[in-house]
């Protein structure tokens, strides 16, 4: 067995661990990263934006967020039923990682996720790298940057090397052993560990057994990690340290499934399934939420995770697609308000779109000369389906939804004219968040709350920001996991200094 010493060890390369190793690195300690796939950056090169408040950037853009601000927002949404202190913790340090980062060498280009009416800009665009593989997000920059960082400062990289185990000796840990792509095994011997592993995104085993979901029959997830997934590896590792677990979630989100999946929830070609005037309905036919909330991702994924089988179909008649087809309908960038700021399209080749997509094998896109049929394929039922056609319609004629309260402007009656459309929605979610116990220094926790001395955990392990809700603040999952990186290899460095 290959034997290697270092101060600190940070499983995983990703969004979490490359600035953890940055971080311990300045620091002065010597650092070993170990990540299971053959590059770094994780679920980050697939971003575009990261959260922070109070920034340089956001002074400079006339953007005057404060940590107080965002805090009560995130608790309000949040319902308090997450640690306080870490969120106030992440709130306090946000800023400072946007201005840590432009020290490392990331720019930024803007801002983008205005969320809801009235709602604190918190997103900070990265300016991407140059064109290239399409699956990059512009954060891909970011996270090229930090691994040159940490590279120059002497960390130490092993990537097709996944760790199997964490030692503890003595009630501390000491180190973890790892296996190379050969199946040859290292032990590095360390006094603090850093658990960065990403979440269970990939891990349908652990998804259904802690979350009730199934990727790919009631939820879809976007961000697994490809071949070598997001399957709980540090979450599993922790707890079999004494580490205490907390509730796992899938930060709901709404879309079509991928491939027709795009930001906003839809791909541009088939935006005409998320505009307001649509119709969404169950299984049974009914109408169960306010269709102008379409932009607000967490609204719609929760009821949608309350219908039967999950299921939820927007629908609209060829009368609403000529409408789509001459006009620039408005459609809504963000997530989280009631269609604050908009982008247009025009369709005018969605028959074609659809056609070419159920071609290829894609199953949640319906086209049909008549109800009966779209009810045919989609499995709504019919007689509920007419009886909700005839309710709205009368909503329609009045100007008001009195049931669901949509804006009066988004209300256009259902003619029943020929061709019919309906796109099934699903719950989704980019990850997971949750699983690991920690404290606001993110630092391991017992079950009983005690702390595992030498281990500590950040990003969507040790993730408890969140609940079943997507985040009310749009970057602040990369925000997190970013920060909470730095601030993990902060209490680390205190703790090993403490040792000498």
């Known amino acids: 067995m290959k034997k290697l010493t270092a101060d ?26 170990f990540e299971k796939r053959g590059n770094t950056g994780g679920a980050g090169n697939m971003a575009n934006a990261i959260g922070g408040v109070g920034s340089n950037y956001q002074h400079a853009n006339g953007e005057n967020v404060t940590p107080e601000e965002a805090y009560k927002i995130h608790m309000d949404w949040t319902h308090w039923r997450v640690d306080a202190r870490l969120v106030s913790e992440f709130y306090r340090k946000a800023g400072s990682t946007i201005n840590w980062l432009e020290e490392q060498g990331v720019e930024f280009s803007g801002f983008q996720g205005v969320i809801g009416k009235g709602r604190p800009v918190t997103a900070h665009t990265v300016k991407g790298l140059p064109p290239g593989p399409k699956q990059l997000g512009q954060a891909a920059a970011a996270m090229k940057i930090l691994t040159k960082r940490a590279k120059d400062m002497g960390v130490q990289f092993y990537l097709k090397t996944p760790v199997k185990q964490i030692i503890k000796k003595g009630g501390r840990i000491t180190g973890v052993i790892a296996e190379d792509e050969d199946g040859n095994e290292i032990q590095a011997d360390a006094k603090a560990v850093i658990i960065a592993t990403g979440g269970i995104a990939a891990s349908n085993e652990m998804m259904k057994k802690y979350t009730g979901y199934e990727d790919g029959k009631d939820i879809y997830v976007l961000f697994k990690g490809g071949k070598n997934g997001l399957v709980g590896d540090g979450i599993r590792m ?24 795009g930001p906003g929830g839809t791909a541009a070609e088939f935006t005409a399934f998320r505009l307001p005037y649509n119709i969404m309905v169950n299984l049974q036919g009914e109408r169960f939420v306010n269709e ?3 932009g607000a991702h967490s609204i719609v994924a929760n009821t949608i995770s309350i219908q039967k089988d999950r299921a939820a179909f927007m629908i609209f008649d060829g009368d609403l697609k000529q409408y789509y087809d001459e006009t620039n309908a408005a459609s809504p960038m963000g997530t989280q308000g009631q269609w604050s700021q908009y982008r247009t399209y025009k369709h005018e ?19 049909a000369d008549s109800l009966e049929e779209l009810c045919q394929q989609t499995g709504i039922r019919l007689s509920g389906l007419l009886n909700t056609i005839e309710e709205y319609n009368k909503l329609c004629k009045t100007g008001r939804d009195d049931i669901f309260y949509k804006q009066p402007q988004y209300l256009r009656p259902f003619k029943k004219q020929p061709k019919f459309y309906a796109g099934r929605f699903f719950a ?18 017992s079950e009983d709350c005690d702390v595992i001395t030498g281990l500590y955990a950040a990003g969507a392990d040790a993730n408890n920001m969140y609940t079943h809700s997507y985040t009310s603040l749009a970057g ?12 993990a290899a902060e209490n680390a460095l205190k703790y090993v200094k403490s040792l000498k």
């Open 476 to 487: 602040s999952h990369m925000g997190f996991a970013i920060t909470s990186g730095r601030m």
């Open 292 to 294: 102008d909330v379409g």
């Open 8 to 33: 600190i060890v940070i499983i995983a390369a990703g969004t979490a661990g490359l600035p953890a190793a940055v971080t311990a690195a300045a620091g002065g300690a010597s650092v070993i990263v």
């Open 428 to 445: 989704g979610a980019y990850n997971s968040t949750g699983g690991i116990k920690i404290n606001y220094k993110t630092e391991v926790l």
């Open 238 to 261: 922790a707890w079999e340290v004494g580490a205490g677990s907390t509730e796992i979630y899938m930060a709901l989100t709404h879309h079509l499934p991928p491939p027709c999946a």
């Open 349 to 367: 080749n969605l028959d074609d779109n659809i056609r070419e997509a159920r071609e290829k094998g894609y199953k949640y896109l319906f086209m």
